[in-house]
């Protein structure tokens, strides 16, 4: 008489045993560790302002008249460390590869967060960018001196270096030119860096140009373009016409690309 009343209890058991556990599958199905919940953003979303997420913006073709002058801002590289002498930097050698005027205003050691050697941080050297200089195009460029100071307030510090920049000159064309490496392989602060500004710059429609996804610095390359001695790891007098060269090519690259339509189609300028 027993046996029956064991075997129901087994059951009652079992009926148990499953319920708990198609409950745990369920909650296994819902929530996995290892990966962000659906409603949590990725680390280094896009903002388009105090870091709320965006939708990137494709940008219009870079459309420039045949002798631009062009601003080009920046960090050392843009001040042309390391060339023989710093007219001989990227930023000044651009000005005969496109057939325009190029002002230099580099300051060595500034970022967006970062104050310079030779002058203080992106947002304040904008602030202080004479409204009449009226360049057809602007490069804004770097920087990689803002990798020990932290993600907090990076991107508003960015968005409001750029706002500055764009009430400056209304008129003007706005390029980012990211950071490129000066060690390889590329440090995980630079790349973060990387990805805020391709992500900032995308959110406004700006085209961001990264020499770090372009691979204009290389293992193979590195040598060449990087003054790792004396230069302290700042580009070569003939790195420095390197990436001048590339800079020009990409531009060039900007003034042919396609007009994206609302529809999603695609048409050169020419049709």
Same mark, same amino acid.
Do not use: C
């Given at each position: 008489?027993?046996?029956?009343? @064991?075997?129901?209890r087994?059951? @009652? +058991?079992?009926?148990?045993i499953?319920?708990?556990?198609?409950?745990?599958?369920?909650?296994? #199905?819902?929530?996995?560790p290892?990966?962000?919940?659906?409603?949590?953003?990725?680390? *280094?979303?896009?903002?388009a302002?105090?870091g709320?997420?965006?939708e +990137? =913006?494709?940008?219009?073709p870079?459309t420039?008249p %045949?002798?631009?002058?062009v601003?080009v801002?920046g %960090?050392s590289?843009?001040?042309?460390s390391?060339a023989?002498v710093?007219t001989?930097?990227?930023a000044?050698?651009?000005?005969?590869? =496109?057939?325009?005027?190029?002002?230099?205003n580099?300051?060595?050691g500034?970022?967006y967060?970062?104050? *310079?050697?030779? #002058?203080?941080t992106?947002g304040e050297?904008?602030?202080?960018? %004479?409204?009449?200089?009226?360049?057809d195009?602007?490069? =804004?460029? #770097?920087?990689?001196?803002?990798?020990?100071?932290g993600?907090?307030?990076y991107?508003?510090?960015? @968005?409001? +270096?750029?706002?500055?920049?764009?009430a400056?000159?209304?008129?003007?064309? =706005?390029?980012?030119?990211?950071?490129?490496?000066?060690?390889?392989?590329?440090?995980?602060a630079?790349?973060?860096?990387?990805?805020?500004?391709?992500?900032?710059?995308?959110?406004?429609?700006?085209?961001?140009?990264?020499?770090i996804?372009?691979?204009w610095?290389?293992?193979q390359?590195?040598? %060449?373009?990087i003054?790792? /001695?004396v230069?302290?790891?700042?580009p070569?007098t003939?790195?420095?016409?390197?990436?001048?060269?590339?800079?020009?090519?990409?531009?060039?690259?900007?003034?042919a690309?396609?007009?994206t339509e +609302?529809g #999603?189609?695609?048409?050169?300028?020419? /049709?």
């Open positions: 008489m027993k046996a029956p009343a @064991t075997r129901r087994l059951r @009652t +058991a079992g009926v148990a499953a319920l708990l556990l198609a409950v745990a599958a369920g909650v296994v #199905g819902m929530w996995r290892w990966t962000p919940p659906p409603s949590a953003a990725p680390v *280094g979303a896009p903002a302002a105090a709320t997420a965006s +990137a =913006i494709a940008p219009a870079l420039l %045949d002798h631009p002058t601003l801002f %960090d590289w843009t001040y042309g390391a023989t710093p001989l930097g990227y000044y050698l651009l000005a005969d590869l =496109i057939g325009g005027e190029t002002i230099v580099g300051v060595r500034s970022g967060l970062k104050p *310079g050697l030779d #002058g203080p992106f050297r904008i602030a202080a960018l %004479d409204p009449s200089l009226a360049p195009l602007v490069i =804004i460029q #770097g920087s990689i001196n803002d990798r020990a100071q993600v907090e307030g991107r508003e510090a960015v @968005t409001s +270096a750029w706002d500055a920049l764009a400056t000159y209304p008129d003007a064309v =706005i390029v980012v030119l990211g950071p490129a490496p000066h060690e390889l392989p590329v440090g995980a630079t790349a973060r860096i990387d990805t805020d500004l391709g992500e900032l710059a995308g959110a406004r429609g700006w085209w961001y140009l990264s020499p996804a372009r691979n610095i290389t293992e390359n590195y040598l %060449d373009v003054d790792v /001695e230069g302290r790891k700042h070569s003939d790195g420095h016409r390197y990436l001048a060269e590339k800079l020009a090519a990409a531009l060039e690259e900007l003034r690309a396609p007009v +609302a #999603g189609s695609e048409t050169t300028p020419d /049709e």
